[in-house]
């Protein structure tokens, strides 16, 4: 065999490791392939299920809407942990050892907060994912993100500090917050902290804000600069840190894949360890969730023809169970993902909506379609 032979078979090798997926990680059945790789948790994970008994679903009840159960969540897992430097070991992810050693008397740091808020969330049928903060110094942070039915949106949610952000009453996703500080640093958002009866909002003129205590809020208060940690931010391509087969049992091992995005705001800081991590943009990063493909293949003024996907480059849904459809507004009904109707005389409103193994349901995709009837 010739040098030239070796080289090639060495080159062939090499790019087979980079663009070959892992058996384990194959083997993953809500791995998610575009518009970026994400490995979503097992819905039927039994460590999962088991989280349930901490009560945090009872918590959130009183929430009368889906967002509002979710900043519960936020207010349940901010209350159940206290922060402290001098934690346990702060790559753990496994929400089950977290809450043993907070009985016990622990502290916890930003990444156990996030990891207890994700794995919650995933626990209720939700989807949430594992944030990296940078800010124009020196310092960094992590919280999560969570994909919002209601609002058709991912939405920034910080347990660590009790705070999410809204703009005309909208809460907001990572990037739009970093758009409103790159514009105005913040002037026109609220800080919502809190939750429920507690919950208080705050203005850009309100800060700092002076209802947090603790050791986070001694160190760093929530003031006209917090919204630096929004120079730079990276996800980890994850959240299944239960099942997860490459990960131990706390799930400390579990860092990679990880996604970044760079622009003219901060492509010069060479002061991040993930500034060489997979770049893409906003919109993929931000993709959409548990939301229904519908394309119209047939309308002959009688009847309609309706192809449903819930996979396509810019949307996916772990866990998926079924479709489910509404025509004209009658009651909802599961469909096949080619649904098939009559239409009635005038324009036919057909609503189609995803509902996943927990029991949660997806954004409504509308089609209207006109109909001369019998």
Excluded at 146 to 170: A, C, H, L, M, T
Excluded at 248 to 264: E, T
């Amino acid at each position: 065999m010739t040098i030239k032979s070796i080289r090639t078979l060495v080159l062939l090798a090499l790019l087979s490791a980079v663009y070959t997926v892992p058996s384990h990680e194959a083997e993953n059945i809500y791995m998610q392939n575009l518009p970026m790789r994400f490995y979503h948790e097992n819905f039927q994970s039994e460590k999962l299920k088991s989280l349930k008994k901490y009560a945090y679903s009872e918590y959130c009840k009183t929430g009368i809407n889906e967002y509002e159960r979710m900043l519960l969540l936020k207010d349940w897992v901010h209350r159940e942990l206290r922060y402290s430097l001098k934690c346990m070991d702060q790559q753990v992810k496994n929400s089950h050892m977290i809450l043993n050693a907070s009985r016990e008397g622990s502290g916890f740091i930003c990444t156990h907060f996030t990891s207890l808020y994700i794995q919650s969330a995933l626990s209720m049928g939700w989807t949430a994912r594992y944030f990296f903060f940078k800010s124009t110094g020196s310092r960094q942070h992590a919280a999560p993100d969570i994909w919002s039915n209601q609002y058709r949106k991912w939405i920034f949610i910080d347990p660590s500090w009790n705070i999410n952000i809204e703009k005309n009453g909208v809460p907001l996703s990572i990037n739009e917050i970093r758009n409103e500080w790159i514009k105005n640093r913040g002037r026109d958002i609220i800080f919502v902290f809190g939750a429920g009866k507690g919950r208080r909002d705050y203005t850009y003129n309100d800060l700092p804000i002076k209802s947090g205590s603790g050791e986070l809020w001694a160190r760093i208060p929530i003031d006209r600069e917090w919204l630096n940690y929004f120079f730079a931010y990276a996800c980890l391509g994850r959240n299944d840190f239960f099942s997860y087969p490459g990960g131990d049992k706390s799930g400390r091992n579990i860092w990679s894949p990880i996604y970044i995005v760079r622009d003219k705001v901060n492509n010069r800081d060479m002061q991040w360890a993930f500034r060489n991590r997979n770049r893409i943009t906003p919109d993929e990063m931000f993709f959409y969730l548990n939301t229904v493909n519908a394309a119209l293949e047939n309308n002959d003024d009688h009847y309609a023809i309706v192809h449903l996907r819930h996979q396509t480059h810019s949307t996916f849904t772990p866990g998926f169970k079924r479709f489910i459809v509404s025509l004209n507004g009658k009651q909802w009904e599961t469909t096949e993902d080619i649904y098939r109707t009559d239409l009635e005389k005038g324009v036919n409103t057909l609503r189609f909506r995803i509902e996943n193994i927990m029991g949660v349901v997806g954004p409504i995709t509308e089609l209207k379609v006109f109909g001369k009837g019998d």
